[in-house]
């Protein structure tokens, strides 16, 4: 069974970073393309950022490009999420996620293993 265990969340003023990670059993990680996602209280859950498979493409929603990077280590089976200039809307618990077959994608319906969440809090 693949387990995903995310991390690295926590609570940082306005204009500060956090980076989180996200470590994915087995030996296979290097084939799964992997997703980061993100759900406010009371909202739905958002995509934030993806990456291939290879590292080769990225995919960002629009509200954190140029502040968020999402990178991989497939030797050591981790996936993370720099997060520079938060903002107090960047408020949520985020999740990583990771995705068996074919291409990168925003649609989290297309994920198969999902980590438990981290709450990342930004205070203005």
């Known amino acids: 069974q693949v387990q995903v265990v995310d991390s690295g969340g926590g609570l940082v003023q306005a204009g500060g970073s956090l980076s989180l990670s996200c470590v994915v059993s087995g030996r296979t990680f290097s084939t799964y393309s992997m997703g980061w996602f993100r759900q406010a209280p009371g909202k739905e859950r958002e995509f934030v950022a993806a990456?291939?498979?290879?590292?080769?493409?990225?995919y960002y929603v629009d509200s954190v490009k140029g502040r968020f990077t999402i990178s991989r280590d497939n030797a050591k089976n981790t996936v993370y999420l720099q997060m520079n200039n938060l903002k107090p809307e960047d408020t949520a618990v985020y999740y990583c996620?990771?995705?068996?077959?074919?291409?990168?994608?925003?649609?989290?319906?297309?994920?198969?293993?999902w980590g438990q969440g981290t709450q990342v809090t930004v205070s203005s």
């Open positions: 990456i291939s498979w290879t590292g080769g493409r990225t």
């Open positions: 996620a990771a995705k068996r077959d074919g291409g990168v994608t925003r649609d989290a319906g297309f994920y198969d293993y």
